[in-house]
T-cell receptor
Framework: GEDVEQSLFLSVREGDSSVINCTYT??????LYWYKQEPGAGLQLLTY?????DMKQDQRLTVLLNKKDKHLSLRIADTQTGDSAIYFC????????????FGTGTRLTIIP | DAGVTQSPTHLIKTRGQQVTLRCSPK?????VSWYQQALGQGPQFIFQ???????QRGNFPDRFSGHQFPNYSSELNVNALLLGDSALYLC???????????FGSGTRLTVV
């Protein structure tokens, strides 16, 4: 079945890099996503990666995918206080309207 | 341009009651998906509606039902409420033929 796992908490000093990790079990996962959820808000898509890619960079965000180990990571460079949020890893078998399977989320806390 | 609008924002119901949650999709979107997010968990897919029909369904009992109207808005109905139904219910809209999930801020349902 589908399962997506993440560590629950991460604390990082302001200005350092944050690395949030995720593992998934579904070998049919084709697209992998990172979402951000701030208090009282819905989910905001940060970035996604197709399973035939190893890396994707978008400004301060870098996504690394190890398909063999089914491991996904999100690196946030120069972490700021505004990055405090819960970050969810998600997967789907197709793009478009396939249902998303989410991890439990990682709460990122920034230390001033 | 309004995004996804959900109502109400908060709701308290008693065990055994029935509840209806509402969602207006983002302009230009014709597909609506519903997710349940229990406290401290990632969102779980409930079902998806397109052309007023349920297209995909997650692992939720028949107590959970939905509807989509000709204007693409949608309702989620839950019958015979249980304490375990307490959660944040997220609506996401998208175009059927491409990716573009936009999440609403959710309805916080508390069952007492």
């Amino acid at each position: 079945g589908e399962d997506v796992e993440q560590s629950l908490f991460l604390s990082v000093r302001e200005g350092d890099s944050s690395v949030i990790n995720c593992t998934y079990t579904d070998s049919s996962s084709t697209y992998l996503y990172w979402y951000k959820q701030e208090p009282g808000a819905g989910l905001q898509l940060l970035t996604y990666i197709f399973s035939n890619m190893d890396m994707k960079q978008d400004q301060r965000l870098t996504v690394l995918l190890n398909k063999k180990d089914k491991h996904l990571s999100l690196r946030i460079a120069d972490t700021q206080t505004g990055d405090s949020a819960i970050y969810f890893c998600a997967e789907s078998r197709d793009f478009g309207n396939e249902k998303l399977t989410f991890g439990t989320g990682t709460r990122l806390t920034i230390i001033p | 341009d309004a995004g996804v609008t959900q109502s109400p924002t908060h709701l308290i119901k008693t065990r055994g009651q029935q509840v209806t949650l509402r969602c207006s999709p983002k302009s230009g979107h014709d597909t609506v998906s519903w997710y349940q997010q229990a406290l401290g968990q990632g969102p779980q897919f409930i079902f998806q509606y397109y052309e007023e029909e349920e297209r995909q369904r997650g692992n939720f009992p028949d107590r959970f039902s939905g509807h989509q109207f000709p204007n693409y808005s949608s309702e989620l109905n839950v019958n015979a409420l249980l304490l375990g139904d307490s959660a944040l219910y997220l609506c996401a809209s998208s175009p059927w033929d491409s990716y573009g999930y936009t999440f609403g801020s959710g309805t916080r349902l508390t069952v007492v």
